[in-house]
T-cell receptor
Framework: NAGVTQTPKFQVLKTGQSMTLQCAQD?????MSWYRQDPGMGLRLIHY???????DQGEVPNGYNVSRSTTEDFPLRLLSAAPSQTSVYFC???????????FGEGSRLTVL | DAKTTQPPSMDCAEGRAANLPCNHS???????VYWYRQIHSQGPQYIIH???NNETNEMASLIITEDRKSSTLILPHATLRDTAVYYC??????????????FGQGTTLQVKP
């Protein structure tokens, strides 16, 4: 099992560009989520999904879109990148409502 | 939603037990207490979780007070590799049991030789 796989690991964007951070899990988990972590701070929840076709907002959803067309994939889209979105992004998945979260290795995004 | 309060930092001598406290005085009866840790810039790692009873696994023990308003994570024999940020999280109760986890600032544990 690969677990939770995030791509790319590193990305540099210019202000206004768009991109998609990919997240895939091979554990058949229903629940998936995206967090961002700014330097010296804890993780903040961006969006989450409890199953294919269902998504919802977390603490800091503005500037990000998500979709969940399959159980395995949960991409995070930045439509018009801003310097404030410079951060490390973590994707996570979980089997049930109370189980442990499995995290990916992170995607480091810099917006110039 | 229940919030948690943790000390920002703690030190522990290598080989000794590390006791990390967490205050969650507004916890509801159906909310779990979770502990995760984050080593350097890696993705957070699950440690343990519990509802009422004390829990133990190969990594740590979780002691929850009888009134459930606070808990302590115990690493019985801390090593240098346990140096990390430790997050105490109370599972947010939401409709449909989404169980989303809200991370706070955590406690930075420094294990010293």
């Amino acid at each position: 099992n690969a677990g939770v796989t995030q791509t790319p690991k590193f990305q540099v964007l210019k202000t206004g560009q768009s991109m998609t951070l990919q997240c895939a899990q091979d554990m058949n988990h229903e629940y998936m989520s995206w967090y961002r972590q700014d330097p010296g701070m804890g993780l903040r929840l961006i969006h989450y999904s409890v199953g294919a076709g269902i998504t919802d907002q977390g603490e800091v959803p503005n500037g990000y879109n998500v979709s969940r067309s399959t159980t395995e994939d949960f991409p995070l889209r930045l439509l018009s990148a801003a310097p404030s979105q410079t951060s490390v992004y973590f994707c996570a998945s979980r089997e049930g409502a109370t189980g442990e979260l499995f995290f990916g290795e992170g995607s480091r995004l810099t917006v110039l | 939603d229940a919030k948690t309060t943790q000390p920002p930092s703690m030190d522990c001598a290598e080989g000794r037990a590390a006791n990390l406290p967490c205050n969650h005085s507004t916890i509801s009866g159906n909310e779990y207490v979770y502990w995760y840790r984050q080593i350097h810039s890696q993705g957070p790692q699950y440690i343990i979780h519990g509802l009422k009873n004390n829990e133990t696994n190969e990594m740590a023990s979780l002691i929850i007070t009888e009134d459930r308003k606070s808990s302590t994570l115990i690493l019985p024999h801390a090593t240098l590799r346990d140096t990390a940020v430790y997050y105490c999280i109370v599972r947010v109760a939401a409709s449909g049991n989404t169980g989303k986890l809200i991370f706070g600032q955590g406690t930075t544990l420094q294990v010293k030789p």
